[in-house]
């Protein structure tokens, strides 16, 4: 916890009055006892009725005062703690983003979730009941034994007592209860994980008659969840119970003690209900104190899961701080013997793989499942770095590029078509927030997205819901495609981002790019040879090594691997045809 205190460096004023304010609280709550051991010990004998009024008053005065001291720590507590929350849940926010995919996947989004919502509210209850009670609560227990002590030293034995044994119930409940909180928040990631991938996937669990399944999936998920925390709570209930006997067996033996004291004359009446009073501020606040502690403990628990976070470092380091010049002559992108590896694999996804891409060409890019297609073209944006060999764009390494301005000059279409909640037109100003209505209209003519996106009611205002729900896969995916266009990247990536389109709308979308790109240089990332057979070059991968590169008539004849692709889609006489 201590590491996200840093976030608490904007609210320091709030951090330091709402203490004080609770100081000042416990202050007036340990005068009042006194004030009633007046009452009793002179004001009621002597007939005082005036002495008693004023005491009221005086009680009633300290009371109202308390309130308004309460009320404030109150405010400015609660104000530092949200403060804190909203800092440490942006800080996250900004952190995850510069996270590379190799982060993001070792971390799943369902944890990462958890961490931005439930662990950085638990952290921020934390704060909040630390500002208000860390320094009362001892205040009162300490202030109180001192209290006592002015009453009567011998009878003070007694708080000097039960106070330890108190603290010492508090500690071992806590101290099984603090090892079960990080369980149980590893538990709600489980929980929320399952339940990400029953609504994602509703429509597989579905056609294949999963419900039960998934039901009792979640259910033995949920149960072992509630187990944890009816065993935590159990644990914790018994705080109460315990202190209270504790209490009770003082409060006992003070009345019986000072019974005797006050025959032998050494104290009075209005002393023994002082001493009690004083015992149960001390009750209250240890109680106070264990709550703080429990609540403390998840927050440090759920702070810890946050601080793992933030501690992890980008595998793809942004260091540079300009674009390196263009060298003349080099291609647009060239791979140098390059390797990768996912991290934690023990094998390369790719291995020496080596080609250049001169400007305005277009690469088709094709082999089996798991053979590296989407792992080699997210090497060029540096989603990941490669393990070894080098990735170059115009001439220079892709790490000496800033990730902005290198991420500026490519555009990117993933495999899963992804859209976000707004219009048209919001959603395919992404890359270029200036673009205007006619650059938008020419790269949705290009994606062959034009008639339907014309046909919608509201044009390029027309909503598109979260994730395109709204639309079909492959209205979804030329969109993605446009987006991707209106950027007038200098390379264009399509990882198999027409895999939704029929033939038809495929062969145009390709001729379209072809005609109306010039200059830009096209990946495009296919399990159909049809898409990629008239690209200029071909790169064929075949468990992550490049078993060849040229044009389609080229591989068909000299590489086996192309030709066993070509031949189990299309007949040989359609491969050689057009």
């Known amino acids: 916890m201590k590491k996200l205190l840093v976030y608490l460096k904007d609210y320091k004023l709030e951090s330091i009055v709402g203490p004080l304010f609770k100081l000042l609280e416990a202050c007036f709550e340990l005068i009042v006892p006194l004030l009633v051991a007046d009452v009793i010990n002179t004001a009621i004998p002597a007939g005082d009725a005036a002495g008693v009024r004023r005491a009221a008053l005086i009680m009633v005065l300290l009371g109202l005062l308390g309130l308004v ?20 849940r942006g800080a996250l926010f900004r952190h995850v983003n510069t996270l590379s995919h190799a982060e ?23 704060v909040n009941l630390v500002l208000r009670l860390l320094l009362r609560s001892p205040f009162v227990v300490l202030g109180s034994i001192i209290m006592a002590l002015t009453i009567s030293a011998k009878l003070t034995i007694i708080f000097l007592v039960a106070t330890p044994l108190i603290a010492l119930v508090i500690y071992l409940v806590i101290s099984r209860s603090l090892r ?64 209270m006997v504790i209490v009770d067996l003082a409060v006992v033996l003070i009345i019986w003690f000072g019974g005797k004291s006050v025959d032998a004359g050494e104290v009075g009446q209005g002393d023994v209900v002082a001493l009690v009073n004083y015992l149960t501020q001390i009750l209250i606040a240890l109680v106070a104190l264990a709550n703080l502690i429990v609540n403390f403990t998840r927050g440090t628990a759920s702070a810890a899961r946050i601080q793992e976070v933030l501690e992890v470092r980008p595998a793809v380091a942004d260091t540079a701080r300009e674009a390196p010049p263009v060298a003349p002559g080099a291609p647009r992108v060239a791979f140098e013997h390059v390797c990768f590896a996912y991290g934690g694999a023990a ?25 590296g297609k989407s792992a080699l073209v997210n090497l060029i944006p540096r989603f990941y770095d490669a393990t070894g060999g080098c990735v170059r764009i115009d001439g220079a390494d892709v790490r000496e590029y800033p990730l902005a301005q290198l991420r500026a000059r490519i555009g990117m279409v993933p495999q899963q078509a992804v859209l976000f909640r707004g219009t048209i ?67 264009l990536i399509l990882d198999d981002s027409a895999s939704a389109l029929d033939f038809a709308t495929d062969a145009r979308l390709r001729a379209a790019i072809r005609r109306e790109t010039k200059g830009m240089t ?47 889609q299309l007949s040989e006489s359609e491969v050689k045809g057009a």
Not at 360 to 371: F, H, K, R, S, V
Not at 532 to 554: F, S
């Open 104 to 126: 993001l996947d070792r971390l799943g989004a369902s944890g990462l979730i958890t961490r931005l919502t439930a662990d950085v509210d638990q952290a921020q209850a934390g």
């Open 180 to 243: 079960l909180y990080k369980r149980i928040q590893e538990g709600i990631d489980r929980l929320s994980l399952l339940t990400r991938e029953n609504l994602s996937g509703a429509r597989v669990i579905r056609a294949f008659s999963r419900q039960r399944e998934e039901a009792g999936r979640f259910r033995d998920t949920a149960d072992t969840l509630v187990r944890l925390q009816t065993f935590a709570g159990r644990i914790s209930a018994a705080l109460n119970p315990a202190t």
């Open 347 to 371: 094998e390369n996804v790719l291995t020496d793989v080596d080609f250049r891409a001169g400007a305005g060409e277009t690469i088709g890019i094709i082999g089996g499942t798991g053979a």
């Open 69 to 88: 001291c309460s009320i404030t720590a109150q405010y400015f507590a609660a104000k530092a703690a949200v403060g804190f929350g909203a800092a440490v």
């Open 425 to 491: 037109r919001e959603n395919m100003r992404w890359g270029r927030p200036d673009a205007t209505d006619a650059e938008i209209w020419r790269a949705l003519s290009i994606a062959q997205a034009e008639d339907f996106v014309r046909e919608r009611e509201g044009g390029l205002d027309a909503m598109i819901e979260q994730g395109g729900r709204n639309l079909s896969g492959g209205q979804r995916q030329r969109l993605t495609i446009a987006r991707a266009l209106v950027r007038d990247p200098q390379i």
């Open 522 to 568: 096209v990946f495009i990332v296919s399990q159909r040879a049809s898409t990629i057979r008239r690209a200029d070059r071909i790169i064929v991968l075949d468990d992550g090594r490049v078993a060849g590169i040229g044009k389609h008539d080229e591989l068909f004849e000299a590489c086996p691997v192309y030709r066993e692709i070509c031949l189990s």
